[in-house]
């Protein structure tokens, strides 16, 4: 059975750094793709960006470029979402999925919700 | 890269059909055949309806069915019940290994 396993809520101040882990089971880690949504309260979902866990290889939304770094361990088939310098608006529910890299997000994390609040 | 627009809310009774529409442009849904649809309840996280503009993955019902035409996708839903009653997501890959999410639509069923 797949499953997409994420870490835990987060309550952070502005300006702090964080990372974000989703560990799949069920499948190859390395013969697919994660593709992590970001959902702001009340609000749609949006594409964060995506990495392929062979070789790492990571592509991002030009609307996050630079907001968040996605990562990958393949030691551990785990995959991160990480903020630098997090602002109140980074607030939000962040879902990672399994994707095969063309638009398909076939099996779901539980969700991260990340608070940025001063 | 802006959002495939998708109408805030449709409805309808058990039993009737719904259908959702997704607009996007020629750099997304008019080129790709790689369209697909989530349902999302509140406080759950989203789940695959359809990929690939119109088909649907091992466990959803066969009332849920998608097309496409130019630069609008569509998703139906026949035969509507209660459960159906959610938020609906387009999403079409925009190339470069890119995605792009529609508004969201609320589903109400009457």
């Known amino acids: 059975e797949v499953q997409l396993v994420q870490s835990g809520a987060e309550v952070k101040r502005p300006g702090e750094s964080l990372k974000i882990s989703c560990k799949p089971s069920?499948?190859?880690?390395?013969?697919?793709?994660i593709g992590w949504v970001r959902q702001m309260p009340g609000k749609g979902l949006e594409w964060v960006g995506i990495i392929y866990c062979g070789d790492s290889d990571t592509r991002y939304s030009p609307s996050f470029q630079g907001q968040v770094t996605i990562s990958a361990d393949k030691s551990i088939s785990t995959a991160y979402l990480q903020w630098s310098s997090l602002k109140a608006s980074d607030t939000a529910i962040y879902y990672c999925?399994?994707?095969?890299?063309?638009?398909?997000?076939?099996?779901w994390g539980q969700g991260t919700l990340v608070t940025v609040s001063s | 890269q802006s959002a495939l627009s998708q109408p805030r809310s449709v409805s309808g009774s058990p039993g009737q059909s719904v259908t959702i529409s997704c607009t996007g442009t020629s750099s997304d849904v008019g080129t790709y055949k790689t369209v697909s649809w989530y349902q999302q309840h509140p406080g759950k996280a989203p789940k695959l309806m359809i990929f690939?503009?119109?088909k649907r993955p091992s466990g959803v019902p066969d009332r849920f069915s998608g097309s496409k035409s130019g630069n609008t996708a569509s998703l139906t839903i026949s035969g509507l019940q209660g459960e159906d009653e959610a938020d609906y997501y387009c999403?079409?890959?925009?190339?470069?290994?890119?995605?792009?999410f529609g508004t969201g639509t609320q589903v109400a069923v009457l």
């Open positions: 069920g499948y190859t880690f390395t013969s697919y793709w």
């Open positions: 690939d503009v119109s």
């Open positions: 999925a399994r994707s095969d890299g063309v638009a398909i997000l076939d099996y």
């Open positions: 999403c079409a890959y925009a190339g470069r290994y890119t995605f792009v």
